[in-house]
């Protein structure tokens, strides 16, 4: 079955260490996206890529990084920059960037860092 | 700018009730317009989406949604609710004005009572 995989569904750090969030699709699509969901802010985007070893900042990508070296694969990787982490974050993919296509999601790995 | 409200934070209902969630959207053009549901701590998935054409569309699971130019809204209905309804929604907006933009509403949560 085609779909998009986030492991893990749980995960737990100690503040001042880097995390890195596993996304992999096999969708085979060219778009992949990183959202952040918190209670009651719905889902703000982080990054987004287009195609292979290009990704662009969303609205909130201040403490976050991403890379794209595979089109089915899209890590993030949460810095200790970032001021406020644990949040759940969910992984979307889509044919291409194109506003038209829908999004395809993960099933969103929670982070909790104490 | 884009703009999309979700203007009831939550909604209850109760079991074979007709359901209705608004959505409103601010952007000078008809942009592409798309409701997703989320289970709890689930990813989300598409129920319908609509580009152009005929302004009453249908998606999964009997829901249905219309467009209403005249009101920049698109709100979700489906005529009797089931308790595995209950979830969360999000209406989005995806426009091509300038650089990529799909915005995410604040998410409408609903509670179904037997």
């Known amino acids: 079955d085609g779909g998009i995989t986030q492991s893990p569904k749980y995960l737990f750090r100690k503040e001042g260490q880097n995390v890195t969030l596993s996304c992999e699709q096999n969708?085979?699509?060219?778009?992949m996206y990183w959202y952040r969901q918190d209670p009651g802010q719905g889902l703000r985007l982080i990054y987004y890529?287009?195609?292979?070893?290009?990704?662009q900042k969303g609205d909130i990508a201040e403490g976050y990084s991403v890379s794209r070296e595979k089109k089915e694969s899209f890590p993030l990787t949460v810095t200790s920059a970032q001021k406020n982490p644990t949040a759940f974050y969910l992984c979307?993919?889509?044919?291409?960037?194109?506003?038209?296509?829908?999004?395809?999601f993960g099933p969103g790995t929670r982070l909790t860092v104490t | 700018a884009q703009s999309v409200t979700q203007p009831d934070i939550h909604i209850t209902v109760s079991e074979g009730a007709s359901l209705e969630l608004r959505c409103n959207y601010s952007?000078?053009?008809?942009?592409?317009l798309f409701w997703y549901v989320q289970s709890p701590g689930q990813g989300l998935q598409l129920l319908l989406k609509?580009?152009?054409?005929?302004?009453l569309v249908q998606g999964i699971k009997g829901f249905e949604a219309e467009f209403k130019r005249s009101q920049s809204s698109f709100n979700l209905r489906k005529p009797s609710v089931h308790w595995s309804d209950a979830a969360e929604y999000f209406c989005?907006?995806?426009?091509?004005?300038?650089?990529?933009?799909?915005?995410f509403g604040t998410g409408t949560r609903l509670k179904v009572l037997a």
């Open positions: 979307a993919s889509s044919i291409s960037l194109w506003a038209s296509y829908e999004q395809y």
């Open positions: 969708l085979n699509h060219d778009a």
């Open positions: 890529s287009q195609i292979v070893n290009d990704f």
């Open positions: 952007y000078g053009a008809t942009p592409y």
């Open positions: 609509y580009f152009s054409g005929d302004t």
């Open positions: 989005a907006v995806g426009t091509t004005s300038g650089t990529y933009k799909y915005i």
